[in-house]
């Protein structure tokens, strides 16, 4: 996985980092409808249910948010277009503006539905939606903002978590590795982690390496790599003992 990392100051750069108010708002939205579909279990009802009076009680703030940021979004095609040299008449940027929004509203709900994070995410959402129809919502614009802080935090668990395992992870290769075998077999083992592959230059996001072949997934089309054995290397794989009664 390719975990957002911190920048010089220790704060993480995700999708939702230093944004202005009404984009803060909007991602909360959005978050919050992610979580209405995909926290599906029944003590997750509520999220749902307050979601949808939200999006009644609250229909003139997010109309506002919205169209803040179609705003936002043309004057980044705008500029883009005229960077670039290419038209900048209003059909023209409405359509560059529309391809802009539409990839990073992508974005961002496949971050909102990471799924090793989606326990943290739920619990947090469940907890947002309980004080919203409770009525402890206040000022929505400030509890959109402090909910959005709330959802992120349920993503750090899982960031932080995971850069725990791959701090152990290399330890063991460093100690074992060259014994045992990498402790990410497969995939990472050959091409190493996305740290790995930043340190020798590599862009990660969608990487592919030149030399694998690949079979289209049955349901998506996606196209999985397949990792051939590499035949000039072997490990010893590490077995647990199963006792038996002899063992007693």
């Known amino acids: 996985m390719d975990i957002p990392r911190r920048d010089a100051t220790g704060v993480r750069q995700t999708i939702n980092t230093a944004l202005p108010e009404n984009e803060a708002v909007w991602h909360f939205r959005s978050g919050w409808n992610v979580a209405a ?17 939200m999006l009644i009680d609250e229909q003139s703030l997010l109309s506002s948010a919205n169209n803040t940021m179609e705003s936002h979004f043309r004057e980044l095609a705008r500029d883009d277009l005229a960077t670039k040299g290419q038209s900048t008449g209003s059909t023209a940027v409405r359509r560059a503006a529309i391809r802009m929004r539409e990839t990073h509203s992508t974005s961002m709900y496949n971050y909102f539905a990471t799924p090793p994070a989606r326990s943290h995410f739920c619990n947090a959402a469940l907890e947002v939606s309980n004080e919203y129809l409770s009525g402890q919502a206040g000022d929505f614009r ?29 330890d063991w290769d460093r100690r074992y590795g060259a014994r045992y075998g990498s402790s990410q077999p497969g995939w990472v083992a050959l091409y190493g982690t996305a740290e790995q592959q930043r340190a020798a230059g590599v862009a990660v996001q969608g990487y592919v390496p030149d030399d694998t072949v690949g079979v289209p997934d049955t349901e998506t089309g996606a196209l999985i790599p397949v990792i051939n054995v590499d035949e000039t290397s072997a490990s010893t794989p590490v077995v647990q003992p199963v006792p038996n009664d002899a063992d007693q």
């Open 142 to 170: 400030t509890f959109a903002i402090s909910g959005l802080q709330r959802f992120e935090s349920a993503f750090e668990q899982f960031f932080t978590a995971y850069e725990t395992y791959e701090a152990a992870s290399a």
């Open 37 to 53: 579909l995909n926290c599906t279990r029944d003590v997750h009802a509520p999220i749902l249910d307050a979601y949808s009076q």
